[in-house]
């Protein structure tokens, strides 16, 4: 099974970064906007589409706030196998850590699965970043 880690700093407070994430019906305006274009909820899980057309159902596993994790699993498009969770940290200067950890089937995905990790945790950072007075200031 691949696994896939990613460690994303953003420069806003950890309470900020937790309820953008936290916040799983709106993934597409909060976290990821211009990788996923829409989310429906559909009880328990939501329905993410993504900027090529995709849809992937997310049954939404966890959303531990003491914790500030968030755990998924994935289904439809061309995994076997998709778990995922976003963890945030503080980071000791104010600002957050978040760790994004995907394990899948099957392994050939592990490429093209971290490379749209990449954009995601490229458009989250900007995205919690735009909305926060910068804390190194």
């Known amino acids: ?6 460690h994303i700093e953003i420069d806003a407070p950890p309470a900020r970064v937790w309820d953008a994430i936290r ?25 993410v589409t ?6 992937v159902r ?5 959303i531990d706030d003491e914790a500030m994790r968030f755990a998924y699993a994935a289904s439809g498009g061309r995994t076997t196998h998709h778990n995922a969770s976003f963890q945030v ?3 000791g200067s104010g600002g957050s850590r978040v760790v994004w950890i995907v394990d899948l089937l099957p392994n050939e995905l592990a490429g093209s699965i ?5 954009a995601g945790a490229a458009a989250m950072k ?9 804390i190194s200031s």
Do not use: Y
Not at 58 to 62: K, Q
């Open 50 to 55: 993504f900027a090529n057309g995709l849809e």
């Open 58 to 62: 997310e049954a939404i596993v966890d």
């Open 126 to 134: 900007a995205a919690l970043e735009s909305t926060t007075p910068s």
């Open 114 to 118: 971290d490379a749209l990790m990449n």
């Open 23 to 47: 916040d799983v019906g709106a993934a597409h305006r909060r976290l990821f906007p211009g990788v996923l274009t829409d989310v429906r909820m559909d009880g328990d899980a939501r329905i």
């Open 89 to 91: 940290f503080g980071n």
């Open 1 to 6: 099974m691949a696994s896939i880690l990613k």
